[in-house]
Each structure stands twice: as C-alpha cells, then as structure tokens.
C-alpha cells in the first residue's frame, strides 16, 4: 500500500520549516500567470487592501470559498486551524464574505464550504447560516451536501460522512442548467404528466439518460490518498469533479474565479480546465506555493495532482520525523519547476 511523503502541512511544524525556504511568495505578495492571466496571492481574506490590491478593477462573476471550519476532527487542534470561540469565527468570518460580496459582480454565484460539529450543537454551519442573513443582497438559492468516501464517528452515533456547501446569489446571474448532468444513468420510470395533452412520464421527457445533479451530492467522492488529484499534505482537499460542477453551472468560457482559501489549488486548477480565469489567495505561503506547483504540474504532465509522491521533491521526508534536504530532484520525478520571479 502506499503512503504520502508528506505529512500534514498545517500539523507539522518540523515540515513547516523545511518548505518555507522553496515558497516563492511572502506575504503581501502575488504571482501572476503569464501564460492564463491568472493570480495567486499570499494574501489575507479578511483584509480589504489584500482584496483590492488582488483585484484591481476586476469583477467576478462566481467565488467558491472553504474557509476554516473552526471544528476539530480526530483532535487534531493544529495551529494554523485552531479552534476559536464562536463569536470570533462569526467575526472573522463576516470580514472575508464582506470582501467576497466586493470582489463580485452584480449576477453573481457564491458558494461556501463549510463544517457542522455534531458534537457542539452542529457549530458553526446555523450561526454562519444566521449571520448571512445580514447581507441583504445575497440570496439564499440552496443547500448542498456532498457525501464523503470517509467520516469519523463512534459505535454509538451514525457516522459523518457529509459535507455542507451553501449556495447564494447576487443579483440574478445565469445557471447552466445543462452542465449539471451527473455520470448516474436514469433506470427508474414514473413521474407522469400531462404535456401538450399527453401524458408522460420522466425518461420520455428526460434531455438526458443520466440523473440531474440536485442538492444532494452522492456521485462524487471525497478526496483521498489513492486518487491522482491528491495533494499531500493538504488535509480534507474538495473534489476537484465538485468545484468542476459548480464552475461548469454557475460560469462561462473566460469568466473569472475568486477563492480567497486556496488551500490545494483545487479551484485554481478546476479554472484552468474549463478556461477560466482564477484569482486565488492562501495566508499561508506554503499553500500559495501548493496552488502554483499544482497549476505547473498539471500544465507539465496533465496529471491533477501527486497521489502517493510530493508537491515538494527538494525535500526528503523520512519516517519517524526524520528530514533530509536533497541537493537536487531525483531523476525518477521527470519534472522540475521553473524559476518565477516574486512581485
């Protein structure tokens, strides 16, 4: 079986130190992409100079966020994503959709990930859900849930394996409904109608053999280590197939992105497939240097991400927390990064 070569990012201290050196981007920083025009910055979300400096006199037409979920799995209370009380998460959280709503058009989509701790009354999704309220020009348009491949529970409570995505609008922006087609293929009969005076029933009136996407994901699957998009060291990564299916619905050829939480880059990445522009950011400058090797990568080799190997090949991870930093890539990797220049 294999495993990834490189632990937890956020978790991990020693590892921490080893990648900061190979970062591209300190803070305040942006790298722009020459060959697609888009942006990644090292860049705070809640901070509006960050927002404006990334966006400059652009609009975007959808945001895709997955900001921290202020909830502990498996105890691991790290200190990048450390718990908070809920005041403060709600406070902390109002700055950046307050910088989202600024960086959108007037039709515009915003979708946001986010936890439930079914431990402590379900936080923070029906505080988050209630603050949002108070944003008078967003629109509540739906509920998501995706389903993981894994959960975490106990022999005496169901376990979860679900994931939160709501989804809001601006103003009143076009869907393409036809993007939206899932790979499940349509076997049950009924849901008859009358039209143009006849009666029908649903795979007669169907534009598709294959089910529609509705509000409960169950086609897609969680990222995880034995998948080609994974990404070691970024914990919990999102399918790249689901922030593909929120592109492909709520955007067109050349509109641009925003996601000010890049994490793995997956947004990033999805905009580079499907031809749109992405302006993403991370705080964290590790992160920012995840999304532009992932982008790199992908333009290198067409792969999505590195499964069982390392987006830092420079750096030897050895068992038991021991490191050795390596002169050179080894010749089995196939690929180098270029250099970029830092802004």
Not at 155 to 160: S, V
Not at 166 to 171: N, P, Q
Not at 304 to 331: A, D, H, L, N, S
């Amino acid at each position: 079986m294999g495993r990834e070569k490189l632990p937890r990012i956020d978790g991990d201290d020693k590892v921490r130190k080893l990648l900061l050196p190979f970062c591209r981007l300190k803070p305040d920083e942006i790298w722009e992409d020459p060959l697609h025009k888009h942006k990644i910055g090292c860049l705070d979300a809640t901070n509006e100079k960050d927002i404006l400096k990334l966006m400059v006199n652009n609009k975007s037409v959808l945001a895709i966020q997955d900001p921290p979920y202020n909830v502990v799995v498996g105890n691991n209370n790290t200190h990048n994503l450390s718990k908070i009380s809920l005041e403060k998460y709600i406070e902390w959280s109002k700055k950046w959709v307050e910088n989202t709503i600024k960086a959108l058009k007037d039709n515009a989509h915003f979708y946001i990930w986010l936890g439930a701790d079914q431990n402590e009354g379900f936080q923070p999704l029906p505080d988050f859900m209630i603050m949002m309220r108070e944003f008078n020009e967003l629109k509540t348009r739906s509920f998501i849930t995706m389903r993981n491949q894994r959960g975490y529970g106990t022999q005496k409570n169901w376990m979860a394996v679900r994931q939160e995505l709501l989804y809001y609008a601006r103003g009143n922006p076009g869907f393409n409904i036809e993007a939206e087609y899932t790979d499940i293929p349509k076997i049950l009969r009924g849901y008859y109608k009358e039209v143009n005076g006849e009666r029908t029933e649903n795979l007669e009136r169907s534009k598709s053999p294959n089910i529609r996407a509705g509000n409960v994901w169950v086609d897609i699957q969680q990222v995880f280590y034995r998948m080609e998009e994974n990404v070691p060291g970024c914990y919990a990564q999102k399918p790249l197939k689901a922030i593909e299916r929120i592109i492909s619905a709520s955007s067109r050829k050349d509109d641009l992105v925003v996601d000010f939480f890049a994490h793995a880059g997956t947004t990033l990445l999805a905009a580079e497939k499907l031809k749109r522009r992405c302006f993403t950011i991370d705080i964290d400058p590790i992160f920012a240097e995840v999304s532009i090797r992932r982008l790199e990568h992908f333009r290198q080799t067409g792969k999505t991400g590195w499964q069982f190997k390392t987006p830092f090949p420079e750096i030897e991870i050895k068992p038991k927390v021991e490191y050795e930093k390596r002169e050179t890539f080894k010749e089995d990797r196939g690929y180098s990064y270029p250099l970029l220049p830092n802004f």
